[in-house]
């Protein structure tokens, strides 16, 4: 239980005064605009980036890239982890390859993924998709190998068949596994996406983040990093929301 | 070796040892066809290996012979909670006969046929819970997971039903309800049944006979006399304190 708890408008006023703050260090003139922006300046950027376009079209073209991407690494993750999890011998032989690969940093493979795809939409899709593609993998990984050994004892008792076994009993005991480690990976698609907008892109958000940076257009920067912010949030978000929509029995799945 | 005629389930000295641990020792056991055995026991006495043993879910040594289709009804009820009630039911029928058709509470008629889905549909009316078939369960009660469990093991028609302590985790009075219902259930199906329980009292009053399972074995079994149907007065009549001050004694002196 929580001590102290704020309702959601309570919740805005604290994130209104904290804005309010940082326009008033703007207003005193505390700012400068080549290192930090106030917000006035933020909203600016943002009147500009609507007035030329670039603004909606960098978030879409981001979108883009990082949905089919999540969708992408989510389903490839989840799929490995289930069979990993419960099959012996793929996680004995295929197992430790993609643990070694695991250890990598995503962040260090971008240029190699470049290298072999090319500087293309495809190219990106994958450097996030792999980004995406190991925390899903672990964790549901985790949850398919601890299925409840009550269920598997049920399912010897009713004579259940392979695929109803997987499809009723370690699927659905999987799910919530899955579900954090596609939280993780939501994350990891922003972080990913930034990479491989930033090392071969001529548009989206990232690109206009780290263009911004070396014409030192730090309000350019912030709103950028505010999309950002913001996008990640809301696909948290929505995930967690629908979810709970979709498996409303997911809060009370302990026995 | 084929079964005796007319039994169900047959044992003779069977063992059950996790490693160097005995836990089922020397069992020899013998259900009918239709008849109702109870096994009495304290906690860690060996009852639910020994099930388990029946149902084929632990290595065992010995003979162990069973006729027809065998079904468990597990300790926690053990429902699958992302299923709805029909659904969790619908688990139960075996996998040929869930290949035929599927679980379709819209095509109930008032005449029953002998299809999988009609089975589901008359077992969940029989168990009162026609209006949860929706529901997870979650969303309901403690006696009600435990019918839906019950008509679970039941949905595949089976000859051998085996219970481990179904309604221990139910509060004296829904037990008692349960107990009464699981009697006429079972007077209309007619499987023979191997129930499992640490209540002397619910032994007694659901059982042809009981058996008192101490440190891992059988001891000889009593013939239950009271006449069926049974109600809740039974419990109270003096033929039954007395049978059940018996075997209370009994399972006390095995531990001193």
Do not use: H, Q
């Given at each position: 239980m929580r001590l102290f708890s704020l309702s959601v408008p309570q919740q805005a006023i604290s994130i209104a005064s904290f804005v309010l703050l940082w326009q008033m260090a703007g207003w005193f003139g505390w700012l400068t605009d080549t290192i930090i922006p106030a917000p006035s300046g933020i909203i600016q950027a943002a009147i500009d980036g609507n007035n030329k376009g670039f603004l909606w079209r960098d978030l879409w073209t981001s979108i883009l890239r990082v949905f089919p991407a999540l969708l992408i690494g989510s389903f490839l993750g989840a799929l490995t982890g289930v069979v990993s999890g419960r099959v012996r011998l793929f996680s004995d032989t295929i197992g430790p390859v993609l643990h070694m690969w695991r250890a990598l940093p995503a962040v260090a493979l971008a240029p190699l993924f470049i290298q072999f795809f090319g500087i293309n939409e495809t190219s990106k899709i994958i450097i996030i998709a792999s980004g995406v593609f190991f925390p899903v993998w672990v964790s549901t990984h985790q949850g398919a190998g601890l299925v409840h050994r009550t269920y598997l004892d049920l399912s010897k008792c009713y004579e259940l068949s392979t695929w109803s076994f997987y499809k009723n009993i370690v699927i659905p005991s999987t799910v919530p596994f899955t579900m954090a480690g596609i939280r993780n990976g939501i994350a990891m698609a922003y972080i990913m996406l930034f990479v491989a907008e930033w090392i071969?892109?001529?548009?989206?958000i990232g690109y206009r983040i780290s263009i911004a940076h070396i014409v030192f257009r730090m309000d350019l920067m912030c709103l950028g990093l505010l999309e950002l912010g913001l996008l990640a949030f809301l696909t948290d978000y929505t995930f967690i929301r629908s979810s709970h929509h979709f498996f409303p029995w997911l809060e009370h799945a302990r026995q | 070796m084929e079964i005796s005629q007319g039994f169900a389930v047959e044992a003779a000295d069977l063992n059950v040892r996790f490693g160097k641990l005995?836990?089922?020792?020397g069992v020899n056991l013998r259900v009918r066809q239709g008849e109702f055995v109870t096994i009495v026991g304290k906690s860690g006495c060996g009852k639910t290996t020994l099930l388990k043993a029946v149902a084929g879910l632990v290595k065992y040594s010995g003979t162990l012979r069973r006729q027809g289709r065998i079904r468990m009804v597990f300790q926690e009820g053990l429902?699958?909670?992302?299923?709805?009630v029909e659904k969790n039911i619908w688990m139960g029928v075996t996998e040929e006969e869930k290949q035929k058709g599927s679980v379709n509470?819209?095509?109930?008629?008032p005449e029953m046929g002998n299809s999988p889905n009609d089975r589901v549909q008359k077992l969940l009316s029989e168990m009162g819970i026609e209006h949860l078939r929706?529901?997870?369960?979650?969303?309901?009660?403690g006696g009600e997971k435990q019918r839906v469990a019950i008509a679970r093991a039941f949905a595949a028609s089976p000859e051998i039903v085996l219970m481990d302590e179904?309604?221990?985790?139910?509060?004296i009075f829904t037990r008692e309800l349960m107990q009464t219902w699981l009697l006429e259930f079972w007077e209309r199906h007619k499987v023979a049944v191997l129930f499992v329980t640490h209540d002397i009292e619910e032994g007694l009053i659901l059982g042809d006979r009981l058996t008192v399972m101490s440190a891992g074995q059988l001891e000889p079994d009593h013939t239950i006399p009271f006449p069926r149907p049974?109600?809740?007065?039974?419990?109270?009549?003096e033929q039954f304190l007395e049978a059940r001050r018996n075997i209370r004694k009994q399972i006390i002196d095995d531990y001193s």
């Open positions: 071969g892109a001529s548009n989206g | 005995e836990v089922v020792t429902l699958l909670p992302w299923l709805t509470s819209s095509s109930r008629k929706n529901s997870f369960p979650y969303e309901i009660s179904p309604f221990g985790a139910l509060d049974r109600g809740a007065e039974t419990k109270y009549t």
